[in-house]
C-alpha cells in the first residue's frame, strides 16, 4: 500500500499509508495516518510485530480518560514495552496514544491483545480496530482500488494494483499506468525506504 501510494501521491503529506524497512538497525515500520488524528503502526522485529491504533474519535481514547483505557496495553509483554513508551507513538506529554494495541512474538500462533472491559456494548467498533485495520484485514487489490479511487478521486488501475500486492518488480509502465505524471526514478527515494523491489 506503502508503494502503490508513493506512486499516486508523489507528496508525502497527502498520503496514508508509509513503510519504513529501515526505521531501526532492527526494525520496520508500517504506519497509517488519516490526517484527521487518526493514525496506526506496526512495528516488526526480530521479537514479533506489535500494532498500536488510535481512533480519535473511540470512546476508548485515552484523552477521555487521561490516560489508556484499562486492559489495552496492561499485559504487553516485555519484549515489546519499549513501544508503548515509544515516544512517537506518544504525545508532548508522553502519554501512549493508543485505543487498541495487539501484538505477536515469533513464537506465538495467534495474535494478542489485552484483556479489556469495553464500553457500552452497543458502541460499534469501540476501539477503532474495524476502521482503522480495515485494509490490512481486506487484503483484496479490490478493496484497495476502492479505497484509493474514494481518496484520491482518480481512477486506479485494477491490474497495476495486483502487479503491487503479489510483490513483482515495480516498472515503468506500471509506474506510468497509475500516475502518468511521475516515472520510475523520481521514486528512488520511497523505494529506498520502502525496500520493494524494482525491474
Known sequence: M???????SPEWESRRHCFDDHWSET??????????????SIVFSAAG???????HESPMSPYAEDGPWPGVLDEVPEVFRPYVE???FSDEDGMPIVTACMWRETVDDRWKAGTIDFPDATTEDPDGAG????????????????WAEDYYEVPVDLEAIRHVFSSRP???????TLNSAIVLADLSEDIAETGYPTS
Open 131 to 146: 476502521y482503522l485495520f480495515q485494509l490490512l484485514v481486506n487484503r483484496t487489490p479490490e478493496a484497495f482500488q476502492r
Open 86 to 88: 515509544e515516544p512517537a
Open 170 to 176: 515495480l516498472t515503468e509502465e506500471v509506474v506510468r
Open 49 to 55: 510485530a506489535y500494532v498500536r491504533g488510535f481512533d
Open 2 to 8: 506503502a508503494v502503490l501510494e508513493a506512486v499516486l
Open 27 to 40: 526494525e520496520s515500520l508500517a504506519s497509517m495516518r488519516s490526517g484527521s488524528g487518526d493514525e496506526y
